[in-house]
């Protein structure tokens, strides 16, 4: 079982946890029935997010028929898992510090830019347009914070990193896709068509594992990094902090550190893995078929491309980028190799559009989240 891992993790959180927060006195019983609701509402967001970007892991595996959409989905999410032990926790450092001053914050602009992003996420997935889970988060923390302190609360380093993966996550996503299927049409030239599509069908599983890696260790680092800021504004600090005793710490692969607590990490990736394995099946027709059409060869160009990219993006900086721009910029990458009319733009500029208008959306949609809760709930919890 995949999820085994988190029962450790958590009885481990809860042993650690027993003599820092106290169990008696009224005080203390509807702040930690919030601070629970509000951490479940941050599963729900990264449960969507794998829901969201499911079709992002799987639409071009499914599209040339290497897997059908239930093996698909299973082995995306696997896959989404298992990259809890192989990219640290950098990108959640970069969202729980680097974009919002936490003490200028409280636990209500946490909540509040989870719901913008939330109801975000879910009218774009109603829509089938694959826009970014994250910029949603990021954009409705940004709101919410704005709407509690004004321009103050934001940390601009952290913004400029934000921006800078909007703009080069799908510009690399679209070279690196176009480069590839250059360089793989020369290398196979002189092969049939029948062969390359048969090695490439079994390439194309690597490529898939590798885009879903990706995913899983970008995205759901956002969620962890929320989790993080809202227990420690909450000043529950020390539920976070990673356990370096841990027999857990026994998984760190490939040099990766983390400095999250383990039931934070497996919790978070365990959301978005079950995320992924309902999917969002309207994306995958978006993706799979309306951009462009595709060749296992372009399936396996395309998921290896916004792999690339999105490692890069993880491991060396911390920036939390968008996967879902860089899959579809590879996507746009591979098919203008074909030619430009092998590319259906319209939908480029309907998903730009979705993306322009996504952060200041989301931002709008938690600032009026927190309004309400700042009007309602905030005033019983004093």
Not at 53 to 73: G, M
Not at 245 to 270: D, K, Q, Y
Request: glycine letters at 10%; aromatic letters at 10%.
């Amino acid at each position: 079982m995949i999820f085994t891992p988190i029962l450790a993790a958590a009885a481990e959180a809860s042993a650690s946890a027993t003599s820092t927060i106290p169990t008696t006195g009224t005080s203390m019983v509807a702040p930690m029935a919030l601070i629970i609701v509000m951490i479940f509402f941050a599963l729900l967001f990264d449960f969507l997010n794998g829901f969201h970007d499911a079709a992002n892991s799987i639409a071009t595996i499914v599209a040339t028929r290497v897997l059908t959409p239930s093996a698909a989905v299973a082995w995306a999410a696997f896959f989404n898992f298992v990259a809890a032990f192989i990219f640290g926790t950098k990108v959640a450092s970069t969202i729980s510090g680097d974009l919002v001053d936490n003490k200028l914050i409280d636990i209500y602009v946490v909540f509040g830019g989870l719901m913008g992003a939330i109801i975000w996420n879910i009218i774009t997935w109603w829509l089938g347009l694959p826009t970014s889970s994250s910029h949603a988060l990021v954009g409705g923390l940004g709101g919410a914070a704005v709407a509690k302190s004004g321009l103050a609360a934001l940390k601009w380093g952290g913004w400029k990193l934000v921006l800078l993966g909007i703009v080069l996550a799908p510009l690399l996503g679209f070279l690196i896709g176009a480069i590839n299927m250059i360089l793989v049409s020369w290398m196979v030239r002189r092969q049939s068509p029948h062969k390359v599509d048969v090695v490439f069908r079994k390439l194309q599983l690597v490529s898939a594992a590798l885009y879903s890696l990706g995913h899983g260790g970008n995205d759901a680092q956002k969620t962890m990094g929320i989790i993080v800021m809202l227990l420690s504004t909450a000043g529950m600090s020390q539920w976070t902090h990673a356990n370096p005793n841990s027999p857990m710490n026994a998984f760190h692969l490939f040099g990766a550190e983390h400095n999250v607590a383990w039931w934070i990490i497996l919790t978070c990736h365990a959301a978005i893995a079950l995320g992924t394995m309902f999917g969002g099946w309207r994306i995958v027709k978006t993706l799979g078929h309306s951009i462009t059409r595709l060749q296992p060869v372009g399936g396996f160009c395309a998921e290896s491309a916004a792999a690339m990219a999105i490692f890069g993006f993880t491991k060396i900086r911390g920036i939390p980028i968008s996967t879902t721009h860089a899959i579809t910029g590879a996507i746009l990458g591979v098919g203008t190799t074909r030619g430009m009319r092998s590319v259906r733009w319209i939908w480029g500029q309907r998903i730009l559009m979705a993306w322009v208008l996504t952060i200041p959306c989301a931002a709008f949609m938690s600032a009026i989240t927190y309004g309400i809760v700042h009007w309602t709930i905030e005033p019983f919890m004093k």
